[in-house]
């Protein structure tokens, strides 16, 4: 019979409304055997007590339902963000405050590279945070006119290549006609790049991997090391491209002895045909593992909002920026919808604008229609526009929402100043809303396209502060019980997961946020700052400091 562990800690949050604070846990054969007393817990037969977290509190590992593992493989580029961040290894990267910032410090790296042909690619730019300045290919060619280089933008929907870059994709040339390659007074393209669909093609020449949102297999180390860092036990990767090669290193990396989270990558909609979409879905969902799940899709509406690339209803962007982009045909959303419903997958889908949220919500209504379906979850990704409305049509759909939450904290007071206006800001993320109407949520980071850090965020979605300092939307805060709840089972649910993890209680798998102190005891204005000592996943035990 295998080994029982009774874990003691200082507090355990189980997340089960029938015993909520218990001071042990026994693990067995990776799972919880039982949450309580060490007396409740003894009935079970002979096991080890492990003291190491009795001055420790633990909770339900965390549950990232928004994440890319592109971020493991971001971190080997030039940090270009505008906020200090912590990379893998722990090292925190000072911000760039000005383009000029920026500039200097991808030629710091480039004074660096010895072979005069390597690429030099960076990331997480944010102009906004700079005037919103176009950086034209001429600001590129200062750092190098011989070499390719490309800056990827935070909101990860758009790209900044100089000359050399274009030349090598064969895109430096007169009478382009692409939507989202913008043009100079030249004819020339201005090197800014919109939307995967024109800066895909580049990013390969430019120092990105082929696919500019992979990861390969040490990127995906890494980003298990950012799961332990963070408290993240399972966590998704949400537009994967899943070739076969992918899949297998996936499987392997995932397979090995330590490696430490759960991953759910959903297999992105882009450059095939909705049919073959729903046969690679079926064909992987026969591939799930326990620490890879495999089987879910990913389609992807609109643009980013403060890329004014979304696309908004009525009255549009306030400062008068035209519309965004479709990032796909009402057909094949169509098409997509029906032929998942009547092969029961599971489907995430972006929107950002409240014109795309209103797409998916009347195709889905259709699709519904012609497949009804008891239990299928499909969940809005990040729906950060979505009125009182739309959220009540999401409940009678029986549709899940996994909110924005980090957004609100990196780009609230950009879009209250610039980008939809102060009353339509304040609604942004809408997690009261949200929970006040019924539809089932989870909140997220989206890492890279901020950090990961599932108390972080649950942080952003109590306390509703904007980088500048001030509290924007004052009626959509949540309380600190209902955003712990957010980024466990709440996000389970919208993976069709919370069965399996997402509270303590017997039967579902061990995994644990270790930390340092209680996040329900805490000031809520301190939730970000509660210290991760690691998790246990799986009833394995992984120490941020041993990483
Ligand atoms: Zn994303």
Not at 198 to 221: H, I, K, S
Request: aromatic share 8%; net charge negative.
């Amino acid at each position: 019979m295998s080994q029982t562990t009774i874990y003691s800690a200082r507090n355990i949050i189980t997340m089960n409304p029938n015993q909520p604070s218990v001071s042990h846990v026994a693990v067995r054969e990776g799972k919880v055997l039982g949450a309580g007393s060490l007396e409740e817990l003894a009935v079970w037969g002979d096991y080890v007590l492990d003291d190491r977290f009795a001055d420790k509190v633990l909770m339900p590992g965390f549950v990232e339902g928004h994440a890319h593992t592109m971020e493991g493989t971001m971190w080997r580029n030039v940090y270009c963000g505008f906020f200090d961040r912590m990379d893998p290894n722990g090292k925190v990267w000072d911000g760039v405050k000005t383009i000029s910032d920026m500039l200097d410090r991808l030629k710091e790296a480039e004074a660096k590279l010895t072979d005069p042909d390597a690429a030099l690619p960076g990331w997480q730019l944010d102009p906004i945070y700079m005037d919103n300045v176009l950086v034209s290919r001429a600001d590129l060619d200062s750092v190098s006119a011989t070499r390719p280089i490309g800056v990827l933008h935070a909101s990860g929907h758009i790209m900044n290549v100089n000359t050399k870059g274009l030349e090598l994709a064969g895109l430096y040339k007169t009478g382009i006609n692409h939507p989202g390659i913008p043009l100079g007074a030249d004819g020339y393209p201005t090197g800014e790049l919109r939307g995967p669909d024109a800066y895909m093609p580049v990013g390969e020449y430019v120092g990105f991997d082929r696919d500019v949102l992979g990861c390969d297999a040490d990127g995906l180390r890494d980003f298990g090391k950012l799961c332990v860092r963070t408290g993240t036990t399972t966590i998704t990767d949400l537009a994967a491209r899943l070739n076969d090669e992918a899949v297998e290193m996936m499987l392997n990396v995932t397979g090995e002895a330590d490696y430490p989270s759960r991953i759910v990558p959903l297999r992105h909609f882009m450059g095939s045909t909705p049919q073959d979409l729903i046969a690679h879905a079926k064909e992987l969902r026969g591939k799930s593992t326990e620490r890879l799940r495999l089987g879910m899709i990913k389609v992807v509406a609109d643009g980013s909002i403060q890329g004014f690339s979304a696309r908004l209803r009525w009255p549009g962007y306030h400062n008068g920026a035209q519309n965004g982009l479709w990032y796909i045909t009402p057909d094949h959303l169509s098409e997509i919808l029906n032929l998942a419903l009547e092969n029961d997958l599971h489907i995430h889908t972006h929107t950002n604008g409240d014109q795309a949220t209103e797409l998916v919500l009347d195709i889905m209504e259709e699709a519904l229609r012609a497949h009804p379906s008891a239990d299928h979850r499909y969940t809005l990704q990040h729906c950060q526009l979505a009125d009182a409305a739309q959220f009540r049509r999401m409940k009678k759909l029986g549709m899940c929402v996994n909110l924005f939450a980090n957004h609100h904290f990196y780009w609230g007071d950009e879009h209250y100043n610039l980008t939809v206006g102060p009353e339509r800001a304040l609604r942004m993320n809408a997690c009261r809303t949200a929970l006040d109407t019924g539809v089932p949520m989870a909140i997220h980071s989206d890492a890279p396209v901020t950090p990961l850090g599932p108390l972080f965020t649950a942080w952003c979605a109590v306390n509703r502060i904007t980088a500048s300092g001030r509290v924007q939307g004052e009626g959509e805060k949540i309380s600190v019980a209902d955003a712990l709840y957010a980024i466990t089972l709440g996000a389970a649910y919208t993976l069709k997961l919370d069965g399996e993890v997402g509270s303590i209680e017997v039967g579902k798998k061990a995994d644990f946020a270790v930390l340092e102190d209680d996040p329900t005891a805490v000031d809520p204005a301190a939730l970000k700052d509660v210290t991760v000592w690691g998790t246990v996943q799986g009833g394995r035990v992984f120490a941020a400091a041993d990483l």
